[in-house]
């Protein structure tokens, strides 16, 4: 599983001497995700939700992230993307920031299987958070 989740990302960022292909990464997320691999699934429901480097597939792509995020093993990668969904009312969701701080604070506080959200955004989750408490005592 790790080394279908480094070409995967390798593919998606053009690293390792291969060159950016969107198709590739997907195929082995996807690969990863049909192992029940929280990881696989995280990626390969994004890429889905958003059309990357595969047909679009919103239904499809948020039911990898929920099985990503909720499941035995979990990915701070899907709960930070649930979160900033259902923060921003995406893919069809209507926003619930009980929901959204959910997932927002699961991707940030160290309880998924799975660590691998990156700086930025977990740096995004924790202003997303600090909104929506602010909202909560306005």
Not at 29 to 54: C, S, Y
Request: charge should be negative; include cysteine; hydrophobic fraction near 40%.
């Amino acid at each position: 599983p790790d080394a279908m989740n480094s070409l995967g990302m390798w593919y998606s960022e053009g690293e390792k001497g291969l060159v950016a292909n969107e198709v590739q990464a997907f195929k082995y997320f996807k690969m990863l995700a049909d192992r029940n691999d929280a990881r696989g699934m995280a990626q390969a429901g994004i890429r889905l939700a958003d059309g990357v480097g595969t047909k679009g597939d919103v239904n499809a792509g948020l039911g990898l992230a929920l099985r990503a995020a909720d499941g035995d093993s979990s990915s701070d990668l899907a709960c930070y993307c649930l979160g900033v969904w259902y923060h921003d009312g995406m893919y069809g969701l209507q926003i619930d920031e009980t929901k959204a701080e959910h997932y927002l604070k699961k991707a940030v506080d160290g309880s998924c299987t799975f660590l691998h959200l990156g700086l930025v955004w977990e740096d995004e989750a924790h202003e997303r958070l600090r909104r929506i408490k602010e909202n909560r005592e306005a």
